[in-house]
């Protein structure tokens, strides 16, 4: 969770500076920061599902609005993702 966008997109080039240099076949594109909610910690304690507790947040729209582009998403022939979690698997 971000306070910010330049918070998101901050930690986002250093992910990707150590996945180029540890995993260069991944393919990293941001997508969006999920806003910082205090709402968050009443849904673990409730024990309810934050999207249902906090409906109106900001920071649901913020999940609904990476899930978008997710579904959008076509993925590239390399089989980045797919090669990934091939090779943690085989760990």
Excluded: H
């Excluded at 997508?31 to 109106?56: R, V, W």
């Amino acid at each position: 969770m971000i306070r910010n966008e330049i918070e998101g997109k901050k930690i986002y080039q250093q992910l990707l500076y150590v996945i180029q240099k540890f995993l260069p076949e991944i393919k990293l594109s941001y997508l969006g920061g999920i806003s910082f909610d205090e709402c968050i910690k009443k849904a673990i304690q409730s024990q309810i599902p934050y999207m249902s507790l906090c409906s109106d947040s900001a920071t649901v729209q913020d999940i609904k609005n990476i899930a978008s582009k997710l579904l959008r998403f076509a993925p590239q022939e390399d089989k980045g993702l797919e090669m990934f979690l091939e090779k943690l698997v085989s760990i």
